[in-house]
T-cell receptor, first 112, second 112 residues
Framework: DAKTTQPPSMDCAEGRAANLPCNHS???????VYWYRQIHSQGPQYIIH???NNETNEMASLIITEDRKSSTLILPHATLRDTAVYYC?????????????FGQGTILTVHP | EPEVTQTPSHQVTQMGQEVILRCVPI?????FYWYRQILGQKVEFLVS????????KSEIFDDQFSVERPDGSNFTLKIRSTKLEDSAMYFC??????????FGQGTRLTVV
C-alpha cells in the first residue's frame, strides 16, 4: 500500500475554506486517491476520490498534482459539523477488493 | 438515502463468550467488509468478502473470527471466544466497486 503523510491537525474558521494536504509520493499508477472523514467515532464517511484530474462534488473539491505525488482536499465553506478526522487513502478502486488502509489522518477543528 | 445498518449498537460480553455482530449492507453492493477501531487508535481492516467468499483478510483476522452472509442480506462477524483485547468499535462497510465504501455506525463491543 502507498504510504501517506498528512499533518496531524489543522484549524479553520467557520465559513472559510479548509485546505487539507496529503503526500502520497509512492502511489501506484492504478491507484486513486480517496478521501474519507470520521466524525467523533462514527463510521468513516466517503468524501471524494480522483485519479489525476481535479474533482468536485457537493461535499468538496480534490486537487491532485500533475505528478500525482500529493493532493489537497478543499472544503470550500467549512462549518462546525465539518470538525472530524480526515484521511487520504490511495486505493485501486474498482480493480481491487477495496481494502482501505487508514492512517492517522488530519484532525480538522472548525471554530466559530 | 441507502445506508449500512449494524446491530446491536453496543454489546457487552464476558471474556471467552462468542459474539455475533450483524450488518445489513446496501442492497445492490457486491463487496462487504469488517473494520475495527480500538479506542484512540486507527481504523483497521479485518476482512473483505466478495462473491460469497473471503477475498482478503488481515493478520488480525485469525481463527477466532469468521464471517458469513447467510441469507443474501445480512453479513455477520463472529468472534468465537472473545478476549479483552477484542474490545473495540466494529464497523461494517459495503461497496458496489472497491474503494468507495459506505460504513455503518458501528457496534461497540466491550469484553469484560
Amino acid at each position: 500500500d502507498a504510504k501517506t503523510t498528512q499533518p496531524p491537525s489543522m484549524d479553520c474558521a467557520e465559513g472559510r475554506a479548509a485546505n487539507l494536504p496529503c503526500n502520497h509520493s509512492t502511489i501506484s499508477g492504478n491507484e486513486y486517491v480517496y478521501w474519507y472523514r470520521q466524525i467523533h467515532s462514527q463510521g468513516p464517511q466517503y468524501i471524494i476520490h480522483g485519479l489525476k484530474n481535479n474533482e468536485t462534488n457537493e461535499m468538496a473539491s480534490l486537487i491532485i498534482t500533475e505528478d500525482r505525488k500529493s493532493s489537497t482536499l478543499i472544503l470550500p465553506h467549512a462549518t462546525l459539523r465539518d470538525t472530524a478526522v480526515y484521511y487520504c487513502i490511495p486505493n485501486a478502486g474498482g480493480t481491487s477488493y477495496g481494502k482501505l488502509t487508514f492512517g492517522q489522518g488530519t484532525i480538522l477543528t472548525v471554530h466559530p | 438515502e441507502p445506508e449500512v445498518t449494524q446491530t446491536p449498537s453496543h454489546q457487552v460480553t464476558q471474556m471467552g463468550q462468542e459474539v455475533i455482530l450483524r450488518c445489513v449492507p446496501i442492497s445492490n453492493h457486491l463487496y462487504f467488509y469488517w473494520y475495527r477501531q480500538i479506542l484512540g487508535q486507527k481504523v483497521e481492516f479485518l476482512v473483505s468478502f466478495y462473491n460469497n467468499e473471503i477475498s482478503e483478510k488481515s493478520e488480525i483476522f485469525d481463527d477466532q473470527f469468521s464471517v458469513e452472509r447467510p441469507d443474501g442480506s445480512n453479513f455477520t462477524l463472529k468472534i468465537r471466544s472473545t478476549k479483552l483485547e477484542d474490545s473495540a468499535m466494529y464497523f461494517c462497510a459495503s461497496s458496489y466497486e472497491g474503494g468507495q465504501a459506505f460504513f455503518g455506525q458501528g457496534t461497540r463491543l466491550t469484553v469484560v
